[in-house]
Every structure is written in C-alpha cells, then in structure tokens.
C-alpha cells in the first residue's frame, strides 16, 4: 500500500485516488511515464492511456505531449461522443478576446453528452469547464487561442479537483482542424484519462 502511496504522490498536484474496487486513476497533467515507473513497482497495471482520437470521420490519433496533454484535475475514464463547438472563433481575433464557453449562456442547445469544443480566451479554464458540466458535457477540448504566443500546446489546470468530466488542452492547429471538420458534418471523438488497477498489494515491510 505504501508503495502505491508513493506512486500517487510523484505526481504532484495532479488528482489521484484509488477506489475500494482497487482501481488507481490518475488524472496527469503532464507526461506519464513517471506514475508509469512507480506504478509498474507497485503491481499496477494501466489500463487506458491518454487518448485523444477523432474516429468519425477517422484521422490519425493525436499524440499526448505534442497535440494535447490532460488539464490539471481533470475528471477519469474514456468516453467517446459526438464534438459541439462553443462559441469559438477562426480565424482568432489580433488580441486574446475569445470568451467561448465563459458563460452558461454559451451552451444554449448544447447536445447532452457531447464533447465541448472550446476555445482559450478571458476566463479561467475552471470556468469554462464548470459551465460546460453544468450544460451535459460529457468532455471538454479546450484549444489555444491562436495569437502569436497563444498557438502551442495549452497545459492548464482547472485549479482544484471535484471536476468530473474529461478535459483536456490542446494546440492551436488541433481545435482548428476539429472546428473545420464540423463546418462540412458531425464529428466524433474518443476521449481517455489513464486509469490502473492494481493486481497485487506489495507486502509492508520496515516503516
């Protein structure tokens, strides 16, 4: 148990928590392959990795630590759903003025169960994604604006956990290609958080 305890804690900030069943999630603002190390010592297999996949119409899978990495706090698990955009504007304007998903207003209409397409802008992350869980989002893409400065991968927090839906952040050129796609038909995405399952507790031994 200690050993566990100990993977959980190499990552920082990121929310953690290992469920009665024995099931470790690990919601990763960053790189895994720490947690993977320290996991792995501690009988813990993974069980889904981070995954942020359009397969409808089907694309390459977007690659973790280049196009997109987990907010901070994110909430846990694997969903795949149809994507909505939110009030989002490409071209991006000449200075960060984007207020997509900042207010509830933002989600009038928005499809229960969907994945939010969300642009940065002049509200914190949090805010974004509280409005977007309060509308039925499922998920959340939130993508960088697309200002000079604003176009590489977003690694954002949500400031505190009791987040319950998936988020994470994204390039500029990642949001873009998403919103594109959506002006021609639907798409849908498939979205994971890594989880592990533990197979065996190590034994206690020493303090």
């Known amino acids: 148990?200690?050993?566990?305890?100990?993977?959980?804690?190499?990552?920082?900030?990121?929310?953690?928590?290992?469920?009665a069943g024995g099931t470790v999630a690990a919601a990763v603002p960053g790189n895994t392959s720490t947690f993977r190390s320290a996991a792995a010592a501690a009988n813990v297999v993974k069980n889904t990795d981070l995954v942020l996949d359009l397969t409808s119409p089907d694309?390459?899978?977007?690659?973790?630590?280049?196009?997109?990495l987990a907010m901070q706090y994110t909430g846990l698990g694997e969903i795949t759903a149809a994507v909505t955009a939110v009030d989002i504007t490409i071209p991006p304007t000449a200075s960060p003025s984007s207020t997509s998903g900042c207010e509830a207003a933002d989600f009038a209409g928005f499809p229960?169960?969907?994945?939010?397409?969300?642009?940065?802008?002049?509200?914190?992350?949090?805010?974004k994604v509280v409005n977007?869980?309060?509308?039925?989002?499922?998920?959340?893409?939130?993508?960088?604006?697309?200002?000079a400065g604003r176009t590489e991968i977003l690694n954002g927090t949500l400031g505190q956990p009791q987040i319950t839906i998936l988020a994470v952040g994204t390039t500029f050129a990642v949001g873009e290609q998403i919103a594109t796609l959506l002006k021609t038909g639907p798409v849908t995405a498939?979205?994971?958080?890594?989880?592990?399952?533990?197979?065996?507790?190590?034994s206690m031994q020493g303090v």
Not at 1 to 19: E, F, K, N, Q
Not at 112 to 127: H, P, S
Not at 133 to 143: H, S
């Open 1 to 19: 148990m200690r050993r566990i305890m100990h993977a959980l804690a190499v990552l920082g900030a990121a929310a953690a928590v290992v469920t």
């Open 59 to 68: 694309r390459p899978a977007y690659t973790h630590g280049q196009d997109f």
């Open 132 to 147: 977007a869980a309060a509308a039925g989002a499922a998920g959340v893409i939130i993508f960088n604006e697309g200002q």
């Open 190 to 202: 498939h979205l994971a958080v890594a989880t592990y399952t533990y197979t065996s507790w190590p």
């Open 112 to 127: 229960a169960g969907n994945i939010a397409l969300i642009q940065r802008g002049t509200c914190t992350f949090r805010t």
